[in-house]
């Protein structure tokens, strides 16, 4: 189920049949009608026929692009994270091509406000996106699939952050996947509050970024992706200072 040539939005594949203009945007107008429902009354509370009147069309339609609620589920859970990656991506990019080199905590910030600003869900996405994984935790028939888009991404994310890390000069002081781990849990933390609060609030993950990371080379022992594989140096880079 992993993805071929690191398109994430392809880690998984829950309709292969070929997909029309007409069809695509009818499951645009199903999946965002879903979204809408479900941060109101939940993914449980919602019906197919309140998914099919918000977005103006039958349970035909609706049947036709997804064979039951579950997939629908897995189909948005797919969607929120290639999205999350797809702020990640943009965020590295734009702080590598900063025209002025940055200090490493100053690169930090900079990637950590690029990544807040092209990623910033509105309340209704972070409510649906709660829900999304409630319910797949729940439903035994989503958890594989969902598990198994999870790691293709994980994997794909992890060769991202080591490039960053890489160019700030950077490297983790605790094994990779840990430190993802404690990453995430901070990003969830921002998240939550962002229900709260009118602007995200990023001090938590600056402070928890700088507390693991150290200067490459200033310590001995290699940092290693999940697995147990040493993150692999492209071609010219320097392996440290």
């Known amino acids: 189920m992993g993805a071929e040539g690191g ?46 009147e918000a977005a103006g069309f039958t349970r035909g339609a609706f049947y036709s692009n997804f064979a039951d609620k ?8 797919q969607q929120s994270i290639a999205g999350q990656y797809a702020a990640a991506e943009q965020a590295i990019a734009e702080t590598t091509s900063t025209p002025h ?13 690029a990544f807040v600003s092209a990623g910033r869900s509105a309340r209704q996405s972070i409510l649906t996106e709660q829900e999304l994984l409630l319910y797949a935790a729940r439903r035994p028939a989503l958890r594989e699939p969902y598990l198994a888009f999870v790691a293709e991404c994980d994997r794909q994310l992890a ?22 781990g404690l990453l995430t849990a901070a990003y969830r933390q921002v998240q939550m509050q962002a229900l709260f609060a009118d602007e995200p609030d990023t001090r938590l993950m600056h402070s928890l970024l700088m507390a693991i ?29």
Request: hydrophobic share 45%; aromatic share 4%.
């Open 7 to 52: 398109d994430v939005t392809h880690a998984v594949q829950a309709d292969p049949a070929p997909v029309t203009a007409r069809r695509a945007l009818t499951r645009e107008r199903l999946m965002a009608a879903a979204s809408s429902v479900f941060a109101e009354r939940g993914i449980i509370g919602a019906s197919v026929e309140e998914i099919c």
């Open 159 to 180: 060769g991202l952050i080591d490039g960053a890390l890489r160019f700030a000069e950077l490297e983790f002081t605790l094994p990779f996947d840990q430190a993802i």
């Open 213 to 241: 990371t150290r200067p490459t080379g200033s310590q001995p022992g290699a940092v290693t992706l999940p697995g147990g594989t040493t993150p692999p140096s492209p071609p010219g880079a320097p392996t440290g200072r």
């Open 101 to 113: 080199r940055l200090d490493a905590e100053d690169l930090v910030s900079h990637a950590l406000a």
């Open 70 to 77: 579950d997939e629908l589920v897995l189909v948005l859970i």
